[in-house]
């Protein structure tokens, strides 16, 4: 097991810092503290051969520049938020409505824009990088002082797991996760790439994306992975709920949900023999296809990201929660403990 950590260029907060860990079996993870973003996953396939499976940029200042969540952590709330509106304890807040007339992911100076405060710790069997930040009270207009610690784990099952958990000194809203776009071909279209997601339904969106409150059985639609399916095999379909995002962009309603840590998903490059599992305390899942990449931009080695360069697979709360009361609750009292985990298992077959 192996740790290092260099300078990774300025932020507007200050310096950050790169971290790579990398375990005994050829499975190398970057991480900075700028967002807390996973920059480069080197995985090898079923030869040994290596490849970089997710998405990202190679300088901090790409990250401070380009809003696509690359890799990032993401607060205090994942996805989006209807008109940037919810009410608690008889109070409406108003959040910024940074995508179109919705809230999405935090913000506009969220998680995925602050430099975190990094330590690491490592053993014989592992090695973590403790991320920690204070959201302050009114930070993006969320209520209460919220400490977040987030930490990332790698060790030589090749499992990577990222630990959650915060508190706060008033009642308020969270739902995190992290937004790496994963490629396990390490380059190309992830049409091809073999999906599993471990739902038996999924939240509908109406045509702004934001959940109609409906929790709606898979079957018979494009959205049932149940057993494996490429991504592309029915992404053209003409479905309601394919035609509002140009693809997948939707939240799954996990099995087992009272498993504390399931099976989600699992996703399998048949070339390279490449496999990824995803286990999660999490209720939901939301699965994005790249949909709205346009090669507008390029990540590392001078790529340009076109639609379908990767997917992500967010373990979450439901979007937008604080507005359907039938959806599991992400709020979070005065001084109680929010606690999740997620574990990305990297495999060959």
Known sequence: MKLNQRPFG????????LYTFANDNGLEVSITNYGGAITSIIAPDRTGNP???????????EYVEHPRFMGALIGRYANRIARGRFSLNGVEY??????????????????????????????????????????????ENYPGNLTVQVDYVLNDH????????????????????????????GAGSILNHELLINAD?????????????????????????????TVGSRINEPYDQLRCTGGYDHNFVLNDAETPLKLAVQVVDPPSGRKLEVLTTQPGLQFYSGNFLDGSFTGKNGV????????????QYFPDAPNHP???????????????????R????
Request: proline share 4%; hydrophobic share 30%.
């Open 10 to 17: 300025q932020t507007p907060y200050g310096e950050a810092t």
């Open 158 to 185: 090749n499992e990577l797991e990222v630990r959650y958990r915060t508190t706060t000194d008033k009642d308020t809203i969270v739902n995190l996760t992290n937004h790496s776009y994963f490629n396990l071909a």
């Open 201 to 229: 339904a999924f939240t509908p969106i109406s045509e702004d994306l934001i959940p109609t409150g409906e929790i709606r059985n898979v079957e018979g639609t494009p959205l049932d992975f149940r057993r494996t399916q």
């Open 326 to 344: 039938n959806f599991p609750s992400t709020t979070l009292r005065a001084y109680e403990e929010y606690k999740q985990t997620s574990v990305y």
């Open 51 to 61: 490849a970089d499976v997710v998405l990202g940029y190679e300088t901090v200042e």
């Open 94 to 139: 108003q959040l910024a409505q940074n995508n179109g007339a919705n809230h999405l992911h935090g913000g506009i100076t969220a998680f995925h824009k602050v430099l975190w405060s990094g330590e690491t710790e490592t053993s014989a069997q592992e090695l973590a990088l403790h991320l920690s930040y204070l959201s302050r009270d009114g930070e």
């Open 304 to 315: 340009a990201y076109e639609k379908y360069a990767g997917l992500c697979l967010e373990p």
């Open 346 to 349: 990297f495999l060959s077959e």
